[in-house]
């Protein structure tokens, strides 16, 4: 289940303060004694927490409800989202148990590990690569990476494929022009740049560039005096507003006695 089993230190379940079920490096003597000093220490309002000091990460998967707490003690190495996998595989074995009724009685008023003989195969798998459903689901994690990846190497060449033609259609051109010099059929090469100036508007059949400009500028002077419209009937407007509010004024103070006042 995890890329380096070396990575795990420890990893338990609890129910509050009673481990239920541990895993143990046999590398590090004592651990336990930490994760119990940990689990009684369980951050309050929160349903996952991790925390890395001194080269080791103190990863935490919080079930309210049953007040089930999910530990594991792991090198800073090990990737987040592999220890909290490991968490969620602990969740899922303690409710298979709960669900078929294996341990649920067990649960009801439990001892310190209670659970330890269901718990270790699951144990054993996480340490030990896991089984077919495991290898499944790193290949998915695997594929997924992948994709994202390819998908940001598609676009770029999506990118560049757009560059390519607009870049290789002048030089297409000058090759057919070349090759037209060199046979003698320049009567075609001509017929070709004629409906290119055609089509640039220079010819009988559209607009040369001088109707083009002075369109452009009838639209920008047609918007200049949209504007200055807009400008002055907002203005308009703010005056009424403010002679009505004068008016008013005035006819509350009976003239300028409040001022006099």
């Known amino acids: 289940m995890i890329s380096n089993p070396s990575l795990l230190s420890y990893t338990c379940i609890a129910k509050g303060t009673v481990v239920l079920a541990e895993f143990a490096s046999k590398e590090e003597p004592g651990i336990e004694d930490v994760a119990l000093r940990c689990i009684e220490n369980t951050p309050p309002h929160h349903s996952m927490f991790s925390h890395t000091v001194r080269k080791k990460t103190y990863t935490f998967t919080i079930d309210d409800e049953d007040s089930f707490v999910y530990f594991a003690i792991t090198d800073e190495a090990m990737e987040k989202h592999e220890s909290f996998r490991v968490l969620n595989r602990l969740r899922s ?122 369109g452009l500028l009838t639209d920008h002077h047609k918007a200049k005096q949209m504007w200055k419209k807009h400008v002055w009937v907002v203005l308009m407007f703010d005056f009424c507003i403010c002679a009505v509010l004068f008016g008013i004024w005035l006819w509350v103070c009976q003239g300028f006695q409040c001022v006099n006042g």
């Open 93 to 214: 074995a303690v409710e298979d148990l709960i669900r078929v009724g294996g341990g649920s009685e067990a649960l009801m008023d439990p001892s310190p590990r209670c659970l330890q003989a269901k718990m270790d195969p699951v144990f054993a798998e996480i340490v030990g690569g896991g089984g077919v459903d495991v290898d499944l689901e790193l290949d998915m994690d695997l594929v997924v990476a992948r994709e994202s990846r390819n998908l940001s190497i598609d676009s770029t060449k999506g990118r560049r494929a757009a560059l390519i033609p607009l870049l290789g259609k002048p030089l297409k051109k000058k090759k057919r022009l070349l090759h037209a010099e060199d046979s003698g059929d320049v009567g075609v090469v001509d017929g070709a740049s004629e409906k290119k100036v055609d089509l640039c508007g220079n010819g009988n059949g559209g607009a040369s560039r001088k109707e083009l400009r002075n």
